[in-house]
């Protein structure tokens, strides 16, 4: 099975201040179809969690232009340009390439 | 307004099975494969399986820690998803979520499952 790793798995940030969440896998996630199906997720306190971006860069409906996805391959990393409070919560990545599709071990994000 | 709601939840014994349903209600659900994913308490999320849609098949995918045990299966004339669980473990003890497509782009609020004698 692909691995999921990311880092760090806790991270205080200070409101307005830009954030970053490092993804990678123990495979490529480029498909054979020409996709990489690299999704994030946030998982706010005592919430559902809900999709932020799919196929590695993609924004679903919604979601704030701070949230942003890159990568390529096997490292992934999603940004937000500025924290706000709403932001808090725990962030997951999750590779749909290869099965089974797994999720990240998660990374909490709280304020400072 | 796409929505999925679970039900079913509850206390069961080592052993025994338990039922989960998923209503969808806001798209076509026979045009989506729909997912489970679970969440044991304090802990990350576990993709449980999922099943296509008739036009793909109508075939199921499991995670090995379920295969064998749970069946998901899906009526579409009632635009419900299920997931029926047998010979339960205590560490099946979980909020499951039902989801929509492999890539998860909706979901619903959870249903708790505990397992326990």
């Given at each position: 099975d692909v691995v999921m790793t990311q880092s760090p798995l806790s991270l205080p940030v200070t409101l307005g201040q830009p954030a970053s969440i490092s993804c990678r896998s123990?495979?490529?996630?480029?498909?054979?179809?020409?996709?990489t199906y690299l999704n994030w997720f946030q998982q706010r306190p005592g919430q559902s969690p809900r999709r932020?971006?799919?196929?590695?860069?993609n924004r679903d409906s919604?979601?704030?232009?701070?949230f942003s996805g890159s990568g390529s391959g096997t490292d992934f990393t999603l940004k937000i340009s500025r924290v706000e409070a709403e932001d808090v919560g725990v962030y997951y990545c999750m590779q749909?390439?290869?099965?089974?599709s797994l999720f990240g071990p998660g990374t909490k994000v709280d304020i400072k | 307004e796409v929505q999925l709601v679970e039900s079913g939840g509850g206390l069961v014994q080592p052993g025994r099975s338990l039922r989960l349903s998923c209503t969808a209600s806001?798209?076509?659900?026979?045009?989506y494969a729909m997912s489970w994913v679970r969440q044991a308490p304090g802990k990350g999320l576990e993709w449980v399986g999922f099943i296509r849609s008739k036009a793909y098949g109508g075939t199921t995918e499991y995670a090995a820690s379920v295969k064998g045990r749970f069946t998901i299966s899906r009526d579409d004339s009632k635009s419900i998803a299920y997931l029926q669980m047998n010979s339960?473990?205590?560490?099946?003890t979980a909020v499951y979520y039902c989801t929509r497509r492999w890539s998860l782009d909706y979901w619903g609020q959870g249903t708790l499952v505990t397992v326990s004698s």
């Amino acid at each position: 099975d692909v691995v999921m790793t990311q880092s760090p798995l806790s991270l205080p940030v200070t409101l307005g201040q830009p954030a970053s969440i490092s993804c990678r896998s123990s495979q490529s996630l480029v498909h054979s179809d020409g996709n990489t199906y690299l999704n994030w997720f946030q998982q706010r306190p005592g919430q559902s969690p809900r999709r932020l971006i799919y196929k590695v860069s993609n924004r679903d409906s919604g979601v704030p232009d701070r949230f942003s996805g890159s990568g390529s391959g096997t490292d992934f990393t999603l940004k937000i340009s500025r924290v706000e409070a709403e932001d808090v919560g725990v962030y997951y990545c999750m590779q749909g390439t290869h099965w089974p599709s797994l999720f990240g071990p998660g990374t909490k994000v709280d304020i400072k | 307004e796409v929505q999925l709601v679970e039900s079913g939840g509850g206390l069961v014994q080592p052993g025994r099975s338990l039922r989960l349903s998923c209503t969808a209600s806001g798209f076509t659900f026979g045009d989506y494969a729909m997912s489970w994913v679970r969440q044991a308490p304090g802990k990350g999320l576990e993709w449980v399986g999922f099943i296509r849609s008739k036009a793909y098949g109508g075939t199921t995918e499991y995670a090995a820690s379920v295969k064998g045990r749970f069946t998901i299966s899906r009526d579409d004339s009632k635009s419900i998803a299920y997931l029926q669980m047998n010979s339960l473990k205590t560490e099946d003890t979980a909020v499951y979520y039902c989801t929509r497509r492999w890539s998860l782009d909706y979901w619903g609020q959870g249903t708790l499952v505990t397992v326990s004698s």
